[in-house]
């Protein structure tokens, strides 16, 4: 799974890295992958999957995913209008 951590979200990453790359065993649920990171889920206001923003409140994750994580951002949030 590639995983990008969006703004101050690469701090939690031991390198800093923002794109890392992740083997999932098997589904795992975000919430589950962000405390394996030690990434505070209040951290995260946005949620894109395979270039879709994430809909539901608990998404399940694959191995094949590509999901980008993006905190809250002072002076508002702007969505790519492709992804709403």
């Known amino acids: ?3 990008h951590l969006g703004g ?5 990453e031991p390198q800093r890295r923002a794109w890392i790359e992740l083997a ?3 589904p ?3 919430e589950d992958l962000l405390a394996s990171l030690q990434i505070p889920a209040g951290e995260v206001a946005l ?3 395979n270039g879709r923003l994430a809909q539901e409140e608990a998404p399940v994750l694959s191995d094949e995913d590509q999901v ?3 905190p809250p951002m002072g002076g508002g949030l702007a969505i790519p209008q492709e992804l709403l």
């Open 24 to 26: 999932l065993a098997a």
């Open 68 to 70: 980008e994580l993006y």
């Open 47 to 49: 949620v894109v999957i």
């Open 1 to 3: 799974m590639k995983l």
């Open 8 to 12: 101050h979200l690469s701090f939690y």
């Open 28 to 30: 795992q649920r975000l």
